[in-house]
């Protein structure tokens, strides 16, 4: 993985190419956890979900439910801020062909495991199976215990898990997931955080 991110800083010598670490507030409620930074996303911005196509539809929801300051992340120096929410990757670097391998996904599990147990009581939301199976993977859980699904819930010790389908162009495009069924989520976690 590291020759891949030092080609691609020789490729494209403006991108972040590095880990992209988490945004967002660090006493969040709302811990959103994704796959990876995407090659024209957040390895070139430096910000997770922002110059990709998934960013999209997570950031206009995010602004529509009251939990970021705008509908759009256009850059890493905008002055867009996350509202009681913190978002990160399951990997942290760029991955080739933008699919992680699950030695890579299994390296960069003790990052999200610190995160999660940094992370107080509230609601995780994971993007996709490879988000959900690695916060279970970092909390020392069966997976067979707490299949994927998406806008399944599941109780995990200090917080609630909810998962929804990851918010790529492949996904939208498909219409595997809606604009609906993501607002959808969205719904369901404000409520838990009301609660």
Do not use: W
């Not at 403006?14 to 996303?41: N, R, S, W």
């Not at 490879?130 to 599941?154: N, V």
């Amino acid at each position: 993985m590291a020759e891949f991110i030092a080609a691609q800083k020789e490729k494209f010598p403006d991108y972040y190419c590095k880990p992209v670490a988490a945004f967002g507030d660090p006493q969040a409620e709302l811990l959103i956890v994704g796959l990876a930074p995407g090659l024209h996303g957040a390895n070139a911005t430096g910000r997770p979900f922002t110059g990709d196509h998934a960013g999209i539809l997570l950031y206009k929801t995010l602004h529509q439910f009251g939990f970021s300051s705008h509908a759009e992340s256009l850059a890493s120096d905008d002055d867009l801020r996350l509202i009681n929410t913190r978002i990160t990757n399951a990997v942290k670097c760029v991955p080739p062909q933008n699919k992680p391998t699950p030695a890579e996904i299994k390296t960069c599990n003790r990052y999200l495991q610190q995160e999660l147990n940094d992370f107080g009581e509230g609601v995780v939301l994971a993007l996709g199976r490879i988000a959900h199976e690695s916060i279970i993977r970092a909390l020392g859980r069966r997976q067979k215990d707490y299949p994927f699904a998406h806008a399944a819930e599941h109780q995990l010790d200090h917080f609630q898990l909810v998962d929804s389908y990851h918010c790529s162009r492949y996904n939208t495009q498909t219409k595997r997931l809606t604009g609906e069924q993501f607002s959808a989520v969205f719904a369901t976690i404000q409520s838990k955080l009301n609660a």
